[in-house]
């Protein structure tokens, strides 16, 4: 990135060390309009995916005792509690919408960094962070998503395969950004072209830039390399850092309690002594089992990482807001006018409620469909077991008016609901 075939930057105060005095407005990057589409959507998708939780929605949450426990004092609360037929109804159409959120957020994650990358000629050092916040907004609210979609993408294999490489692509690119801003004159530079720190970033990487820089790809490689195990229905690193090493402390502690046993009432004194080694062994790995086993559950939650997922996005808007608030008096030009390239990202967002009238009409057809199918089914049940009843009673035929005795006499009478003839008889 350091070829430039046309806008070189000028590096020259970058050089000498000194700060470059005026900020250059692009709304096209940090715009209000733009800021304000991806908060909202954030938002919302994390806010969907928190009613998705309270209401059952989610599939898989019944799997872990501290989600229950959660869930459970958090219904207490609620006023409306859906039935099993109206989580059926509605689980299609949250997934349906969430699986549209998350493919917005893999894509428009994708294009800010594209572009951060492509303007990386004239692009300034504010601009690239307020990209690649956006890019963490994107990154973040998508991996929230796959919570509610994890048992969806395992049952549609072909649908999670290519969004997967989209995750890797996002993956590699965060990465690249994260590197990227680890010149130890980062939070120094703000205003000078982000190319003048990258051409001097062999040999700068140190101070606070470069651990962030650290931690920032920690975050990236186990928040997708654990969402990614997961979609493929893996729990590699669950059960190798946690399920093991609970096994062996449990192997342990049982260990201790077959030497106790085999200790018995012996009352010499180191029969005594190991006594109390063991149980007090045991004791302590009794706590060790509990706290990593509340730990691995705490980890595995759905409502803890979703709490989570809502920390994130607060630190988010609040590094978001600090960022902006950094040119505010040095600015060239206006990044908070209501252009066409502000107003057409706010106007984006309205796709997701058309999105979401479209599918809860189609499920509510779908539904109705169902049911109507299912009352014909009753119906024509209904109508055969009737008709099976009369065709019992017609196999019985009446006898014959010559058959009967002269001594007799006989009144017919047709019974036009059962289809059977009943025969009264008097004597003269």
Known sequence: MGFCKSGVPNCTLYNAGEDYPIYHADPD?????????????????????????LFGII????????????????????????????????QPVVERLILTLSDQQLLVGIAILTAGFLKHCSISVYHFAIVVDLGWFSSNTHMTTLFVLLDFFIDHPPQRDWRVALMAIILIAMIVAS????????FDYWSAPAQCLWNDLRGNVAGAPAGSMASNI?????????????????????????LAPLAKMRHAFNTLQA?????????????????????????????????????????H???????????????GCWGLRIDRDIPASKMDGSENEWGFGQIVPVLLLCSTV???????????ELFQSKESASEKDCLVSHNSVELQALDATATHEPVPFEELEPTQSLLVRADTEGGNRVAQHTSH
């Not at 949450?61 to 609620?78: C, K, M, P, S, T």
């Not at 590197?179 to 980062?186: A, F, Q």
């Open 29 to 53: 990057i940090a715009g209000i309009g733009v800021l304000l589409a991806f908060v909202t959507n954030s938002a919302v998708t994390i806010s969907i995916a928190w009613v998705s939780f």
């Open 59 to 90: 599939r898989g949450y019944e799997e872990n005792a501290l989600d229950v426990w959660i869930l459970g004092r958090l219904q207490r609360f609620a006023t409306f509690r859906p039935s099993g037929q109206r989580t059926a109804f509605w």
């Open 179 to 186: 590197v990227l801003e680890g010149n130890r004159y980062w």
């Open 218 to 242: 920690v975050l990236l490689v186990l928040g997708y390399g654990t969402r990614i195990l997961r979609l493929y229905g893996s729990e590699l690193l669950y059960k190798l850092f946690f």
């Open 259 to 299: 030497r106790r046993v085999a200790l018995g009432s012996a009352n010499s004194l180191k029969a005594s002594v190991l006594r109390v080694i063991s149980a007090l062994g045991q004791g302590i790995l009794w706590t060790m089992v509990k706290v990593f086993s509340g730990i691995g559950i705490t980890l």
């Open 301 to 315: 939650s759905i409502a803890i990482n979703l709490c989570f997922d809502i920390f994130w996005f607060a630190f």
């Open 354 to 364: 058309s999105i979401f009238k479209d599918v809860y009409l189609e499920q509510r």
